[in-house]
């Protein structure tokens, strides 16, 4: 009797801490995701000041950024590599990431060749900002469906955590 508690109390634990996993890797997902709309988003704004100030640090604090995001975007697709909905998702994100950080290449370009004033101009037909605002929809879809197997996984946990204890008191 005592060996049979023993495996199921050990069965009910390990269920229970693979259930705390799924949920830390829900909570990592959705915190990878802010990490990189906050990068791309930093990104565009250092991108933008230096075509406003030409000073070589928002330049600098560009290509950290855009570095930055590259990595947090293929990050968050091996989180995800395991919920094929949202690796199709997240594949359409990275794609987005790249168009937006290629536009801003191609403005800072047009301000090293062109000047500032051309620069400005590319700014202003929003290209980039139209990307930027299909990031972030797309960004707020994944964090959704994120939120959705949270919530899912939270209960889980909690009903093994309960399974768990219940053993360990009988």
């Known amino acids: 009797m005592l060996v049979v508690g023993g495996g199921i109390t050990y069965r009910t634990s390990a269920e229970f ?4 996993q799924w949920v830390a890797h829900s909570q990592e997902v959705r915190a990878r995701l802010g990490q990189l709309y906050a990068t ?3 990104a565009e704004s250092a991108a933008r000041t230096y075509v406003l100030v030409s000073a ?3 330049k600098d604090d560009y290509r950290r950024f855009a570095g930055e995001s590259s990595l947090h975007a293929q990050a968050l697709g091996g989180l995800v590599a395991d919920n094929p909905a949202l690796q199709r998702l997240s594949e359409r994100l990275n794609a987005l990431v790249a168009q937006r950080l290629q536009a801003s290449e191609r403005t800072l370009a047009v301000h090293e060749v062109q000047g500032r004033e051309a620069a400005r101009e590319l700014v202003a037909t929003e290209e980039g900002t139209r990307i930027m605002d299909a990031i972030r929809d797309l960004n707020h879809e994944m ?4 939120a959705a197997l949270l919530v899912q996984r939270s209960a889980r946990a909690d009903d093994e955590r309960q399974n768990a204890l219940l053993f360990l008191v009988l």
Do not use: I, K, T
């Not at 801490?17 to 705390?20: C, N, Q, V």
């Not at 964090?143 to 994120?146: A, G, Q, V």
């Open 40 to 42: 791309v988003s930093n």
């Open 56 to 58: 070589q640090r928002y």
């Open 17 to 20: 801490a693979r259930s705390a």
């Open 143 to 146: 964090d959704r469906n994120e």
